[in-house]
């Protein structure tokens, strides 16, 4: 793909990984670098790239409209890192959430690896790019990726009190696995087990549910690829 005319690069911060761009989220692709597991790369959207510095450590980013304002760690993470129980290798699955600069969106959930030496290396960061990525229901539902010989997960978050989350795969019922994100529990992150879901798996009627069994808002309950 091709750069528009005005399009002038800037240096990518590993740490935090901002994102912008394209669709109703917004999503960034990482490859798989020689020595230190994920090194970064821009996602060409929509004939633009999109990159940008993110947050001050220490600087608090408030979560959405909700009544939580986050302050990221060094390492750019606002809370605590979610294991997903899911290895690569040498190298832990987890996810984490990340701040963004778009307007009512102000996080987003990275799908990346803890290396063996307590280090993260991001792999994809997705985020919602219009209105409030806090509203209820789906919101930045990740089709899995191959980067570099490395299959990404199938993950995003829900906004509200889901304590169970389904889709058809290829049209079995899969459940998903869950975690509440430590900086606000009505941000339900969740993911599938890689070992049932791949790029090429056909993912719908993703749909969660309350704790007694009722069926919640869908939201954006796509699933986006690339």
């Given at each position: 793909?091709?750069?528009?005319p005005d399009f002038e690069p800037r240096p990518l911060d590993l740490a935090v990984v901002m994102a912008a761009g394209?669709?109703?989220?917004?999503?960034?692709?990482?490859?798989?670098?020689?020595?230190?597991?994920?090194?970064?790369?821009?996602?060409?959207?929509?004939?633009?790239?999109?990159?940008?510095?993110?947050?001050?450590?220490?600087?608090?980013?408030?979560?959405?409209?909700?009544?939580?304002?986050?302050?990221?760690?060094?390492?750019?993470?606002?809370?605590?890192?979610?294991?997903?129980?899911?290895?690569?290798?040498?190298?832990?699955?987890?996810?984490?959430?990340?701040?963004?600069?778009?307007?009512?969106?102000?996080?987003?959930?990275?799908?990346?690896?803890?290396?063996?030496?307590?280090?993260?290396?991001?792999?994809?960061?997705?985020?919602?790019?219009?209105?409030?990525?806090?509203?209820?229901?789906?919101?930045?539902?990740?089709?899995?990726?191959?980067?570099?010989?490395?299959?990404?997960?199938?993950?995003?978050?829900?906004?509200?009190?889901?304590?169970?989350?389904?889709?058809?795969?290829?049209?079995?019922?899969?459940?998903?696995?869950?975690?509440?994100?430590?900086?606000?529990?009505?941000?339900?992150?969740?993911?599938?087990?890689?070992?049932?879901?791949?790029?090429?798996?056909?993912?719908?009627?993703?749909?969660?549910?309350?704790?007694?069994?009722?069926?919640?808002?869908?939201?954006?309950?796509?699933?986006a690829v690339g």
């Open positions: 793909m091709h750069s528009t394209g669709r109703l989220r917004r999503r960034r692709r990482l490859a798989v670098g020689a020595a230190s597991g994920f090194a970064v790369l821009a996602l060409l959207v929509g004939g633009a790239q999109f990159v940008g510095p993110g947050p001050d450590a220490g600087t608090p980013v408030a979560a959405g409209s909700g009544p939580v304002a986050a302050t990221p760690h060094a390492d750019g993470t606002l809370g605590d890192v979610i294991a997903t129980g899911f290895r690569d290798g040498a190298d832990e699955r987890v996810l984490y959430v990340v701040a963004t600069d778009v307007p009512g969106v102000p996080f987003g959930i990275v799908s990346g690896l803890r290396l063996p030496d307590g280090s993260l290396t991001p792999g994809v960061l997705a985020n919602e790019t219009k209105g409030s990525g806090r509203a209820e229901g789906f919101h930045a539902a990740q089709q899995p990726m191959v980067i570099e010989g490395r299959t990404t997960l199938a993950y995003g978050y829900y906004s509200g009190a889901a304590t169970r989350i389904t889709v058809l795969a290829d049209g079995k019922l899969l459940e998903a696995h869950h975690a509440a994100w430590s900086e606000d529990p009505s941000i339900i992150v969740f993911w599938f087990d890689p070992t049932q879901i791949t790029p090429d798996t056909n993912l719908q009627s993703l749909t969660a549910y309350d704790s007694n069994g009722r069926t919640l808002p869908a939201g954006r309950n796509d699933f």
